[in-house]
């Protein structure tokens, strides 16, 4: 069982920058497509960005291209999100999960950890 914990959230102006972390215990995710979503008051949680185990691949939501860039270091058995250009409607709960996709749509495979808060002010 692989436990994830999300941290790094803040509040930040518009235009400011986080890096969030995702450590992993339990077992490694050196061997799992890992990925961050995000859920804002009142919406379902969606999906933000993901990066393949074998090759580093990275995909990402268009709300976010451009300006979110996920990395992982498989020593440290993290993941990280770093957020440029943040605007008031990134601000969300952040989370990372084991990730895969249907065809359609990334989703997560595992549990959900209790997430990390980003608050973005205008």
């Known amino acids: 069982q692989v436990q994830l914990v999300e941290s790094g959230g803040g509040l930040v102006q518009a235009g400011g920058s986080l890096r969030l972390s995702c450590a992993a215990s339990g077992r490694t995710v050196n061997s799992y497509n890992m990925g961050w979503f995000r859920q804002a008051p009142g919406k379902e949680r969606e999906f933000v960005a993901a990066?393949?185990?074998?090759?580093?691949?990275?995909y990402y939501a268009d709300s976010v291209k451009g300006r979110f860039t996920i990395s992982r270091d498989n020593a440290k058995n993290t993941v990280y999100l770093r957020m440029n250009s943040l605007k008031p409607e990134d601000t969300a709960v952040y989370y990372c999960?084991?990730?895969?996709?249907?065809?359609?749509?990334?989703?997560?495979?595992?549990?959900w950890g209790q997430g990390t808060q980003v608050t973005v002010s205008s």
């Open positions: 999960n084991r990730v895969s996709f249907d065809g359609s749509r990334w989703e997560g495979r595992g549990s």
């Open positions: 990066m393949s185990w074998s090759d580093y691949t990275t």
